[in-house]
T-cell receptor, first 113, second 112 residues
Framework: DAMVIQNPRYQVTQFGKPVTLSCSQTLNHNVMYWYQQKSSQAPKLLFHYYDKDFNNEADTPDNFQSRRPNTSFCFLDIRSPGLGDAAMYLCATSRDSYQETQYFGPGTRLLVL | QQQVKQSPQSLIVQKGGISIINCAYE??????FPWYQQFPGKGPALLIA?????SEKKEGRFTISFNKSAKQFSLHIMDSQPGDSATYFCAAIKFNDYKLSFGAGTTVTVRA
């Protein structure tokens, strides 16, 4: 009965080689978020979707893009991964703007060689 | 700038002891203050949360104390167990703003 599913759990890519991370949810929530979490740090919000409306954080590098083809799925595309992009990438959802709780997925650990 | 300050960075407690983590915030517009628990290699999970019009909330062994005038809140873990060993993040959010402001995190180690 997993609610927020992320695939793959581990991803190894080469420097500069595009990579896509996947998130799906069974909660039918309107809002989906992507966070980057580096070792011993708090999660950092990259962007979020409210339904189809995309909201980018001001300090999110252009190298990071996202797509949400439908309510259930959201993708994180890293166009040209650098060594500094190695991190845990977390997907989260919430029902709507007045829903306090964000539900996090298990994360995808990205390694850049 | 970090909107929520959290301390300590880490703590070690004996089994059965009390773990206390403190957080402070500046923005009085925050509407909700959740605590997340994160185990290594896993995503954060909501542990307990409080609204600013409540001074204390207890769920099992976990208690949040909230001091609105001081703009501080804390998590108490009573009767700490080895399974409580994890990283704990306090956070704050404004409704309709979407963005969780996280503290830096506290790594709790409970020794058997």
């Amino acid at each position: 009965d997993a609610m927020v599913i992320q695939n793959p759990r581990y991803q190894v890519t080469q420097f500069g080689k595009p990579v896509t991370l996947s998130c799906s949810q069974t909660l039918n929530h309107n809002v989906m978020y992507w966070y980057q979490q580096k070792s011993s740090q708090a999660p950092k919000l990259l962007f979020h979707y409210y339904d189809k409306d995309f909201n980018n954080e001001a300090d999110t590098p252009d190298n990071f893009q996202s797509r949400r083809p439908n309510t259930s799925f959201c993708f994180l595309d890293i166009r040209s991964p650098g060594l500094g992009d190695a991190a845990m990438y977390l997907c989260a959802t919430s029902r709507d703007s007045y829903q306090e709780t964000q539900y996090f997925g298990p994360g995808t650990r990205l390694l850049v060689l | 700038q970090q909107q929520v300050k959290q301390s300590p960075q880490s703590l070690i407690v004996q089994k059965g002891g009390i773990s206390i983590i403190n957080c402070a915030y500046e923005n009085t517009a925050f509407d909700y203050f959740p605590w997340y628990q994160q185990f290594p290699g896993k995503g954060p999970a909501l542990l307990i949360a409080i609204r600013p019009d409540v001074s204390e909330k207890k769920e099992g062994r976990f208690t949040i104390s909230f001091n609105k005038s001081a703009k501080q809140f804390s998590l108490h873990i009573m009767d700490s167990q080895p399974g409580d060993s994890a990283t704990y993040f306090c956070a704050a959010i404004k409704f309709n703003d979407y963005k969780l402001s996280f503290g830096a995190g506290t790594t709790v180690t409970v020794r058997a």
